[in-house]
């Protein structure tokens, strides 16, 4: 397998970290998804819709403080950035989006809750699923989840040779979409049959990693 090279945290974590009654199943779904993507759903997807449309109008609200800390930690720390096109997957709404401006300046945002991406004031925003990008193979510099599903194969499609991946889970190891990143490296080496590396740290409450293709 690619090398992991973890950095030294920089951002501690302060006391009060939330615990979502809801992470482990979560969890367990997105390891699931992350080993087997193609034993997603129409259920689970319309599950997914239902969910984030009762969470949309307290995200920002309840969640708004923590959330960006790992991913701008790994803006500042993760690069050199490849410039091009940057596809937000799992945008939401639109929370993250504007640290991802100060990187790339063309920048894509989708999701699949019109709930969630409807508060997104994103000017590139598209509803669609992270399991079947509407985007053509190899357009992307940049994919990002930010606590999404990983769809490994749409992620190798989708990325040019220099692409990276920039991953995130603001609650960490505990984040309902947390896979471990070994698996999130091995998940995208299988299915592209190439070397990866990945770069990763913790921040505040959350983690990050980059991964991108060796040589
Ligand atoms: C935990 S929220 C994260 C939102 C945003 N990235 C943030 O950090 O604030 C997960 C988001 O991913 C979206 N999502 C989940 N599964 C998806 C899929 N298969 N395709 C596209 N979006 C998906 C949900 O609708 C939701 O808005």
């Not at 302060?14 to 259920?43: F, I, N, Q, V």
């Not at 790992?70 to 410039?83: F, I, K, T, V």
């Not at 999404?148 to 990276?164: H, I, N, S």
């Amino acid at each position: 397998m690619g090398q992991i090279t973890e950095l030294v945290r920089l951002i501690p974590a302060d006391p009060g970290k939330p615990a979502r009654k809801e992470a482990a199943a979560s969890r367990r779904m997105s390891l699931d998804l992350a080993l087997h993507p193609s034993t997603w759903s129409a259920e689970q997807a319309e599950e997914t819709v239902r969910r984030y449309t009762e969470l949309a109008p307290v995200w920002d609200d309840e969640r708004g403080g923590y959330r960006p800390v790992p991913l701008a930690d790994a803006l500042e720390r993760g690069g050199p950035w490849p410039q091009g096109l940057c596809l937000e997957v799992g945008c939401g709404t639109g929370l993250l989006s504007g640290l991802l401006h100060g990187v790339w300046s063309e920048v894509i945002s989708l999701d699949l809750t019109w709930a969630m991406l409807s508060r997104s004031t994103e000017p590139w925003r598209i509803v669609g699923d992270a399991s079947r990008l509407p985007v053509a193979t190899a357009s992307a510099r940049a994919v990002v989840l930010a606590d999404v599903p990983l769809f490994a194969d749409e992620v190798v499609r989708t990325l040019a040779p220099d692409g990276v991946l920039v991953w995130s889970n603001a609650l960490g190891e505990d984040a309902p979409h947390h896979v471990p990143i070994p698996t999130v490296l091995a998940a995208l080496e299988s299915v592209s049959g190439e070397s990866w590396s990945a770069v990763t740290s913790h921040a505040g409450w959350g983690l990050w990693a980059v991964l991108r293709r060796n040589g």
